[in-house]
């Protein structure tokens, strides 16, 4: 069965850094999302990508952030300038079709942990 | 309190028996989602119900929606020691885009 999969699986980062997290959705999916988990809390959205431009953010997603579908296969999220409070499992998503109604597949996520 | 609350927050059974767990949500939604999330990885889409749906199976799994009450509850039937986890629902707000928004999650233990 067909998977999300997500890169590196553990990323250590220095605060202040620059991170990127990459994520192949399955291939015929049209819908993309990042969402963040820290430890202990609630699955948080962060962005949704379509047509290769961004369709929803959260508040979470500040200038900090961006997204990219650099290629028809990958796509990555970028963190600028990381803090301390970044440090969370990141997970990417992916839906078949645009519209509602569609389960979302998810990666096993990238444990990103900034010192 | 916030969108998508699951009590209890954890529940622990012996194997065959059944787990309910249930999600309380608070704005109007077009979907409700449950997906289960092993220690360490990432979140399985277990099943979809709508918003004009009142019931839905799949195997051992029961879904019931009350969109009066705003309220989901999840059924595991002749739980196994694998269905160890933690339970997510997750809604799909309407007029909200895809974006799901979790709740806090049970966790299930299933004891031999």
Same mark, same amino acid.
């Given at each position: 069965?067909?998977?999300?999969?997500?890169?590196?699986?553990?990323?250590?980062?220095?605060?202040?850094?620059?991170?990127?997290?990459?994520?192949?959705?399955?291939?015929?999916?049209?819908?993309?999302?990042?969402?963040?988990?820290?430890?202990?809390?609630?699955?948080?959205?962060?962005?949704?990508?379509?047509?290769?431009?961004?369709?929803?953010?959260?508040?979470?997603? *500040? *200038?900090?952030?961006?997204?990219?579908?650099? *290629?028809?296969?990958?796509?990555?999220?970028?963190?600028?300038?990381?803090?301390?409070?970044?440090?969370?499992?990141?997970?990417?998503?992916?839906?078949?079709?645009?519209?509602?109604?569609?389960?979302?597949?998810?990666? *096993?996520?990238?444990?990103?942990?900034?010192? | 309190?916030?969108?998508?609350?699951?009590?209890?927050?954890?529940?622990?059974?012996?194997? @065959?028996?059944?787990?309910?767990?249930?999600?309380?949500?608070?704005?109007?939604?077009?979907?409700?989602?449950?997906?289960?999330?092993?220690? @360490?990885?990432?979140?399985?889409?277990?099943?979809?119900?709508?918003?004009?749906?009142?019931?839905?199976?799949?195997?051992?799994?029961?879904?019931?929606?009350?969109?009066?009450?705003?309220?989901?509850?999840?059924?595991?039937? #002749?739980?196994? #020691?694998?269905?160890?986890?933690?339970?997510?629902?997750?809604?799909? #707000?309407?007029?909200?885009?895809?974006?799901?928004?979790?709740?806090?999650?049970?966790?299930?233990?299933?004891?031999?």
């Amino acid at each position: 069965e067909p998977e999300v999969t997500q890169t590196p699986s553990h990323q250590v980062t220095q605060m202040g850094q620059e991170v990127i997290l990459r994520c192949v959705p399955i291939s015929n999916h049209l819908y993309f999302y990042w969402y963040r988990q820290i430890l202990g809390q609630k699955v948080e959205f962060l962005v949704s990508f379509y047509n290769n431009e961004i369709s929803e953010k959260s508040e979470i997603f *500040d *200038d900090q952030f961006s997204v990219e579908r650099p *290629d028809g296969s990958n796509f990555t999220l970028k963190i600028r300038s990381t803090k301390l409070e970044d440090s969370a499992m990141y997970f990417c998503a992916s839906s078949p079709r645009a519209g509602g109604n569609q389960p979302q597949h998810f990666g *096993d996520g990238t444990r990103l942990s900034i010192l | 309190s916030q969108q998508g609350e699951e009590d209890p927050q954890a529940l622990s059974i012996q194997e @065959g028996e059944n787990a309910t767990m249930n999600c309380s949500y608070k704005t109007s939604i077009n979907n409700l989602q449950w997906y289960r999330q092993n220690s @360490g990885r990432g979140l399985v889409h277990l099943i979809l119900i709508r918003s004009n749906e009142r019931e839905k199976h799949s195997g051992r799994l029961r879904v019931t929606l009350d969109t009066s009450k705003k309220s989901s509850s999840l059924l595991i039937t #002749a739980s196994r #020691a694998a269905d160890t986890a933690s339970y997510f629902c997750a809604t799909d #707000a309407a007029g909200g885009g895809n974006k799901l928004t979790f709740g806090t999650g049970t966790q299930l233990k299933v004891e031999l």
